[in-house]
Each structure stands twice: as structure tokens, then as C-alpha cells.
């Protein structure tokens, strides 16, 4: 994809997420945009979170389904009435369905300036191990 | 089919497949917007950033969502009552052995200008970024400001 610098940014409506359990929450959920890479050691989603705090992040890592909840306050204050709304803040949602193990102890997460970056490192897959059989 | 005669709509002729799609479409919606309460699908400028302007009765308070925008990085000046926000949201290069899975990201140049209805006080204007979300608080100048009127009795 060539990249020129002189882009410009479109804007894009937050896609309301659509899961197929309830939701037990009240208000909207979106789906965060992601970039997933990985190199050789490891697995790293970048998503963007905006108004989304570190320490309300949920993120989830069992059955090789990895989610992530972020939860965005309404900043606006209680008196302050609308004069235009173009997007609207909830909470953010997303799944992940990932295809290696993942060594969770050493999983990292950090938010900055709205953008969570999780690093996800591989795991060696169990390498066949030639047993010696001693003659008694 | 089915669907089609539960909800009382009339079989006319079939006039092309996607016609009997909107329709049930656009049922759907009006079914979610009766059970969520919120409007479907939001006008917008079109332009980036999208922003939210809401007032008290002492200023204007206009948010963005800028994600990834470091605060030296936006651009922000007013002229009139005219709020201009422009700058460029770069993705930092991960090095060369990333094989991405998924790109959805953005990166690139913006610049919006936004009206305010009543004026506004230059000197004052505040802004502030804080986890991706920009915060302008723009003063309503002395004359756009209610002001209570005493009401005598004679």
C-alpha cells in the first residue's frame, strides 16, 4: 500500500459492534480499528481506544479467544447541552481469534494517547525431545 | 416471503431483489430504533476529525477524538468565531520483519474548520488532549452570554 504523505485522513463512523449475546451493558459498543502483525517472537495489536482509560481495559486470553473491552466515558459534563453530535462514546469491543499459543505471563499491554498496544509473545511450540534409552 | 406478510407489508409486483432487501432493511432499523432509541445513522461534515460541540452558558466545548495525536501535533487556531484544527496523524514504522495480519489504522493529514453560532472570546480559548480525546473550551464573549433581566414591579 503505498502511503503518501500528503493524505488525507477520511473520517469514519464508529462501527457499532453487532454480538451475538446481549448485552448487559447500556449504551453502544464499537468495534476498535486494529492493525495485527507479528514478527518472529511475538504477536502486536495496535487499537485505537480513544477516551478509553488504562485501568478500565479488560483484556481477556482463554480458549485461544482473545478479547478486549475498553470502556469510554461521556466526557461532556452534565450541564452542557448539544449543539451537534457527530460521534457518540461507549464502550469498545473486540475478539480475537488467535492461531499460536501465547505465553501469558508475559503478555504486555500499554495505552497511550488512546492507543493500546499489546504484545502477545509466542511460544516455542514443544519441540520433539529425543529420549535416551539406557541399556539396564 | 414470509417476513413480508407478518409485517402487513403489500406484495406488489417484485421489482428487483434489492428493492425487497431495503425494504426489510429499513424495517429492521426503524425495529431497532424504537428499542434502543437512537437514530441510525448521524449526519456529519464529512470531514476529519468528527467532533462534538456542546455548550454551557459560559462556553463552547468542542471535542474530537484524535487517537494516537500527540498535543504538539495538533495545530489549533481561531479566527472570528471559526475554530480551525488541523495536523497529521502518523503510525509509527515497526521494523521490517512485521508481517501485518490486519490494517485498519489511518494515518494522514487533516484540517477542519468548525462555526460556532454565537462569538466567541480569542483570548481564552483552552485546549487540551488527554488519552486521544481533544478538548477545546471556547468562552462566549460578554455579548453572547444570557444575561437575567430584573423584572420590576410597578
Same mark, same amino acid.
Not at chain 1, 14 to 34: C, L, N, R
Not at chain 1, 83 to 110: C, H, M, W
Not at chain 2, 133 to 138: G, N
Given at each position: 500500500?503505498?502511503?503518501?504523505?500528503?493524505?488525507?485522513?477520511?473520517?469514519?463512523?464508529?462501527?457499532?459492534?453487532?454480538?451475538?449475546?446481549?448485552?448487559?451493558?447500556? $449504551?453502544?459498543?464499537?468495534? @476498535?480499528?486494529?492493525?495485527?502483525?507479528?514478527?518472529?517472537?511475538?504477536?502486536?495489536?495496535?487499537?485505537?481506544?480513544?477516551? /478509553?482509560?488504562?485501568?478500565?481495559?479488560?483484556?481477556?486470553?482463554?480458549?485461544?479467544?482473545?478479547?478486549? !473491552?475498553?470502556?469510554?466515558?461521556?466526557?461532556?459534563?452534565?450541564?452542557?447541552?448539544?449543539?451537534?453530535?457527530?460521534?457518540?462514546?461507549?464502550?469498545?469491543?473486540?475478539?480475537?481469534?488467535?492461531?499460536?499459543?501465547?505465553?501469558? @505471563?508475559?503478555?504486555?499491554?500499554?495505552?497511550?494517547?488512546?492507543?493500546?498496544?499489546?504484545?502477545?509473545?509466542?511460544?516455542?511450540?514443544?519441540?520433539?525431545?529425543? !529420549? /535416551?534409552?539406557?541399556? $539396564? | 416471503?414470509?417476513?413480508?406478510?407478518?409485517?402487513?407489508?403489500?406484495?406488489?409486483?417484485?421489482?428487483?431483489?434489492?428493492?425487497?432487501?431495503?425494504?426489510?432493511?429499513?424495517?429492521?432499523?426503524?425495529?431497532?430504533?424504537?428499542?434502543?432509541?437512537?437514530?441510525?445513522?448521524?449526519?456529519?461534515?464529512?470531514? +476529519?476529525?468528527?467532533?462534538?460541540?456542546?455548550?454551557?452558558?459560559?462556553?463552547?466545548?468542542?471535542?474530537? &477524538?484524535?487517537?494516537?495525536?500527540?498535543?504538539?501535533?495538533?495545530?489549533?487556531?481561531?479566527?472570528?468565531?471559526?475554530?480551525?484544527?488541523?495536523?497529521?496523524?502518523?503510525?509509527?514504522? &515497526?521494523?521490517?520483519? *512485521?508481517?501485518?495480519?490486519?490494517?485498519?489504522?489511518?494515518?494522514?493529514? +487533516?484540517?477542519?474548520?468548525?462555526?460556532?453560532?454565537?462569538?466567541?472570546?480569542?483570548?481564552?480559548?483552552?485546549?487540551?488532549?488527554?488519552?486521544?480525546?481533544?478538548?477545546?473550551?471556547?468562552?462566549k464573549s460578554e455579548s453572547a452570554k444570557?444575561?437575567?433581566? *430584573?423584572?420590576?414591579?410597578?
Amino acid at each position: 500500500m503505498a502511503d503518501s504523505k500528503n493524505k488525507d485522513l477520511k473520517p469514519k463512523g464508529k462501527m457499532e459492534v453487532s454480538t451475538p449475546a446481549e448485552q448487559t451493558y447500556q $449504551g453502544p459498543s464499537f468495534t @476498535p480499528a486494529v492493525d495485527i502483525f507479528e514478527t518472529e517472537q511475538e504477536i502486536i495489536i495496535l487499537a485505537d481506544m480513544p477516551g /478509553a482509560k488504562a485501568k478500565d481495559l479488560k483484556i481477556d486470553l482463554r480458549d485461544d479467544t482473545l478479547s478486549l !473491552i475498553g470502556k469510554a466515558e461521556s466526557p461532556e459534563g452534565t450541564i452542557e447541552a448539544d449543539v451537534f453530535r457527530e460521534y457518540q462514546t461507549g464502550r469498545y469491543v473486540r475478539q480475537f481469534t488467535l492461531s499460536y499459543n501465547i505465553d501469558q @505471563p508475559k503478555i504486555d499491554a500499554e495505552m497511550k494517547d488512546g492507543v493500546l498496544r499489546l504484545t502477545l509473545p509466542k511460544v516455542e511450540a514443544a519441540k520433539p525431545r529425543k !529420549i /535416551a534409552v539406557k541399556a $539396564g | 416471503m414470509i417476513l413480508r406478510r407478518v409485517q402487513g407489508l403489500p406484495t406488489w409486483d417484485w421489482r428487483s431483489p434489492v428493492e425487497e432487501l431495503e425494504e426489510m432493511r429499513r424495517q429492521m432499523e426503524r425495529l431497532s430504533q424504537d428499542v434502543t432509541g437512537t437514530i441510525y445513522a448521524e449526519p456529519t461534515a464529512g470531514v +476529519f476529525p468528527l467532533v462534538n460541540v456542546t455548550e454551557d452558558k459560559d462556553n463552547y466545548y468542542i471535542r474530537a &477524538e484524535l487517537p494516537g495525536i500527540k498535543s504538539d501535533e495538533i495545530d489549533i487556531s481561531v479566527t472570528g468565531n471559526d475554530l480551525s484544527i488541523s495536523g497529521e496523524r502518523k503510525i509509527h514504522a &515497526e521494523n521490517e520483519n *512485521a508481517n501485518y495480519h490486519r490494517r485498519e489504522r489511518d494515518e494522514g493529514q +487533516f484540517n477542519r474548520i468548525i462555526c460556532l453560532p454565537a462569538e466567541i472570546d480569542p483570548a481564552n480559548v483552552e485546549a487540551q488532549t488527554s488519552d486521544g480525546i481533544l478538548t477545546v473550551v471556547l468562552p462566549k464573549s460578554e455579548s453572547a452570554k444570557p444575561r437575567q433581566i *430584573a423584572v420590576k414591579t410597578s
